[in-house]
């Protein structure tokens, strides 16, 4: 998840890039470059298109719930019932499920991460680190439901239930949530170590003169001067934690209600979505519908968290 | 003692403060945190594999490969996952790969950045790149909804959200692998009397082949191994024959595992967890093959 931290700065080309020498281009216009350019714009438009798709298809069935159901009482209620007969749309439980996962695996992935971004990026010798950054990718590439299995059989029942005999039911938020951590670990790693990375080495050096030792100059100068970079992976953390599906459809149980403690079960936005689209509800129905709104929900919060993400390294990188 | 110390640092960047006050306990403690936050992770990563692995071995055989899934444990085998799986990704590929690297050449070659749509688009890809995946199924669901489809589970439904959700991975990658290439031949390219699309086409493009090829491969194996999108399209339906086109029903892989993972059956479990070795298997596949083209063919100048 090298996106943030690598995609489209085109602030690194020292030289000008040849579209602003006009000078050097054919002073006669060939047909065939401009429906080639034209293409290539198309296809960088999909993107944009994209977008407004998912803008859209959210959208239209979210209305359509919102005709049927007030959005006050769909943000404030606290039952979650959209089966029973009279139905309750109170979105609450399935958000304080998902926010117990989502500070689970924030209070496993930040420490670690973070830990082992300023190891990667202050103490360990450069070829210790070409070996140790991409075993850890490795843990970003596994797929999320074998997470998933992992945090259903092995966390959950062997673990928390076989052997800590801990008083839980067949799912948790618990263990949704540390293997969630888990899969996280690597994103914070990666874009921490990048903004740790680009503090200059001159701030180091000036600390060390000054007396500091390695640790002191880490925390005190280093972490401080890459602090914007940081919370930018942590949010982006945020936001994976609150998107992920497999592994909370799996290990958190199926239950929509209130979950007050980290050894209930619950079910999270992701988790009654995927719920939801294993049944079959027709096009057009107020169940389908429902899934767009709480779709049309998920996408807002993890779009705010996005774009404070991208906002905080474009600051960090002009910064530096 | 540390104005010494930083000479020293001067000629090998921060490698020479290692005594004095490198050893008070404050600095051995965080040390060992350092350590410790690594090592969580590997161990994770160790048990995971251990574990998916014991459980999976005795279920690691012919019939995982050669049976359809069926209603009793040890007659389950994942042909149709397997086939779903190929099936999905070789054509998210046909529809993404020309796509994303068109997208990437535009944004790198081509767009005037003082434009603010050249801009918007880019943020716009970066925003793309960290939406949930579950948001490209309902994406997906809507436009087969749209275009009045009624069996959404089909290979081109999938490939559709898989492909959009990789498209951004897709083109952030080719973009770094055309940056990573020397504005010197881009120059030499033109001063030679090259059109700009002939540059693109000749010099920066083919230079840039290993990394765009090494991004794609990890952004495909991205794709293998997302099931989310998939359970909007009603991926869990029960697929017991070899897909066959583009309007084919199908299952795949991950999809397959989260089946066996819910049933309450000890058997599926032990299912779940051969399938899911074979998944990584397979991921590894691809990834080993990555890293072997960035080594072999990737030039640093």
New interface residues.
């Given amino acids: 998840m090298s996106?943030?931290a690598?995609?489209?700065e085109?602030g690194?080309?020292?030289?000008p890039?040849?579209?602003s020498r006009p000078s050097?281009?054919?002073s006669s216009a060939?047909t065939?470059?401009k429906i080639?350019?034209v293409?290539?714009?198309?296809?960088?438009?999909?993107?944009?298109i994209?977008?407004f798709?998912?803008v859209?298809?959210?959208l239209?069935?979210a209305l359509g719930f919102f005709r049927e159901v007030n959005p006050i009482d769909f943000l404030t209620g606290t039952r979650w019932a959209p089966q029973f007969t009279p139905a309750s749309f109170g979105v609450l439980p399935l958000i304080t499920a998902t926010l117990w996962t989502t500070a689970i695996a924030l209070a496993v992935a930040v420490?670690?991460?973070?830990?082992?971004a300023?190891?990667l990026s202050?103490?360990a010798p450069t070829q210790l680190r070409k070996v140790?950054k991409?075993?850890?990718e490795?843990?970003a590439?596994?797929?999320?439901?074998?997470?998933?299995?992992?945090a259903?059989?092995?966390v959950q029942t062997?673990f928390l239930r076989g052997l800590l005999n801990l008083p839980t039911g067949a799912f948790s938020v618990l263990a949704a949530g540390l293997v969630m951590g888990?899969m996280i670990?690597?994103t914070i790693?990666s874009l921490s170590e990048d903004a740790l990375s680009a503090v200059p080495?001159g701030m180091?050096?000036g600390s060390?003169?000054?007396?500091?030792?390695?640790?002191?100059t880490?925390?005190k100068v280093v972490f401080p001067a890459a602090l914007s970079g940081i919370v930018a992976a942590v949010v982006?953390g945020i936001?994976?934690a609150?998107?992920?599906?497999?592994i909370v459809?799996?290990a958190a149980g199926q239950q929509a209600r209130v979950v007050a403690g980290p050894l209930e079960a619950g079910q999270t936005m992701?988790g009654f979505?995927?719920s939801a689209?294993?049944g079959?509800s027709r096009?057009g129905s107020l169940e389908y519908d429902t899934?767009?709104a709480v779709?049309l929900l998920?996408?807002i919060l993890?779009?705010a968290m996005?774009?404070i993400?991208?906002r905080l390294v474009r600051r960090f990188r002009e910064a530096y | 003692m540390s104005v010494l110390e930083t000479t020293r640092a001067s000629a090998t960047p921060l490698a020479g403060r290692a005594q004095g006050g490198e050893r008070s306990p404050a600095s051995i403690v965080f040390l060992i945190a350092l350590w410790f936050s690594l090592f969580v992770a590997f161990f994770v990563l160790i048990v995971l594999i251990i574990t998916t692995a014991t459980e999976g071995a005795g279920r690691l055989d012919g019939r995982l490969l050669t049976e359809y899934t069926s209603a009793t444990p040890d007659r389950a085998g994942a042909r149709a996952a397997i086939l779903g799986s190929i099936w999905v990704i070789a054509v998210t590929a046909i529809l993404t790969i020309p796509l994303g690297i068109a997208a990437a050449i535009h944004l790198e070659e081509f767009a005037d950045n003082s434009k603010w749509w050249n801009r918007f688009i880019e943020v716009n890809i970066q925003n793309l790149a960290a939406v949930p995946a579950i948001i490209y199924g309902m994406l997906a669901l809507g436009l087969l909804a749209l275009l009045g489809v009624q069996n959404k589970n089909i290979v081109i439904g999938g490939a559709i959200a898989l492909g959009l959700l990789i498209l951004p991975v897709i083109i952030i990658a080719t973009r770094e692998s055309l940056r990573a290439v020397p504005q010197e031949i881009r120059h030499g390219s033109l001063a030679l009397g090259a059109t700009e699309w002939q540059t693109v086409q000749k010099q920066t493009l083919p230079n840039a082949v290993p990394g765009i090829a090494t991004g794609t491969i990890l952004a495909l194996s991205r794709a293998l191994g997302e099931a989310a999108p998939l359970l909007l399209l009603g991926g869990l339906v029960y697929v017991t024959f070899d897909p066959n086109g583009l309007a084919s029903g199908f299952t795949t892989m991950p999809i397959q595992i989260f089946n066996w993972t819910g049933r309450p059956q000890l058997e599926f479990r032990e299912l779940a967890a051969a399938a899911s070795i074979l998944l990584l298997g397979m991921l590894l596949v691809m990834n080993a093959l990555a890293i072997f083209i960035r080594n072999k063919y990737q030039r640093r100048w």
């Fill in positions: 996106t943030i690598t995609g489209g085109s690194v080309h020292l030289t890039p040849p579209r050097l281009t054919a060939r065939g470059e080639i350019r293409l290539l714009a198309g296809a960088a438009g999909v993107s944009v994209t977008t798709g998912i859209a298809s959210l239209i069935p420490p670690f991460g973070l830990g082992a300023i190891f202050e103490y140790l991409p075993m850890l490795i843990l590439g596994i797929p999320t439901v074998v997470y998933g299995f992992f259903l059989q092995v062997d888990v670990i690597p790693a080495l180091r050096q060390a003169a000054l007396g500091a030792n390695r640790m002191q880490t925390l982006l936001s994976r609150v998107g992920e599906t497999m459809a799996l992701t979505i995927a689209a294993l079959d096009v899934l767009f779709g998920l996408f993890t779009l996005n774009i993400s991208i």
